[in-house]
């Protein structure tokens, strides 16, 4: 029979996956040369780990206020970005 995780193990892990999530949604995921099996440059995340990321957050109770000043770029960023509320004619298609 096999001995169950210790409290350290886990947190261990705890810790990992949520490194792990942060490097590849902040750096993307490598790509390998098919010859030499070298990393030649890194992809966006694909939407899963976003996905996976967004479920460990809510999964751990984590919540982030949204008046928080570390959200200022973001909130910027989403200023210059059309609305349906603009009043353009425009369409937008995706």
């Not at 098919?34 to 030649?40: L, N």
């Not at 990321?53 to 928080?68: S, Y």
């Not at 603009?86 to 937008?92: H, I, L, R």
Request: a negative charge.
């Amino acid at each position: 029979m096999t001995k169950k995780a210790t409290s350290d193990l886990m947190d261990q892990l705890h810790a990992l996956t949520a490194q792990s999530l942060a490097d590849i949604i902040q750096n993307g995921i490598p790509v390998f040369s098919k010859e030499t099996g070298e990393e030649v440059g890194r992809e966006p995340a694909p939407a899963s780990y976003i996905a996976a990321a967004i479920k460990f957050l809510k999964d751990n109770d984590i919540t982030a206020d949204p008046g928080a000043d570390r959200f200022d770029p973001l909130e910027d960023a989403l200023k210059d970005l059309p609305t349906l509320d603009d009043g353009d004619d425009n369409t937008y298609y995706n």
